[in-house]
């Protein structure tokens, strides 16, 4: 399974609007969390293990879970 690394930049894409993108850069990284930064706000999000298993990369949500919400993968 492909993991998050700290100190790399990952980035995701709206599903409605494929110009709009966040970038965040992975700070710290625990077993089961990932510390995350946008270089103004850094927050800390709880990896999702049942996403991650079926994409077999590690899978975060940095906006919350809803319908058509962007979700991070490693």
């Avoid at 927050?43 to 298993?53: G, V």
Wanted: proline residues 3%.
């Amino acid at each position: 399974m492909k993991k998050f690394e700290v100190g790399k930049e990952y980035s995701m894409t709206s599903i409605c609007d494929h110009n709009c993108v966040w970038t965040y850069t992975v700070t710290a990284r625990t077993a089961q969390t990932i510390t995350i930064s946008d270089g103004e706000k850094v927050q800390k999000c709880r990896i999702n293990k049942k996403i991650s298993e079926y994409c077999n990369a590690e899978t975060i949500y940095p906006l919350g879970r809803y319908s058509m919400c962007p979700s991070l993968t490693a």
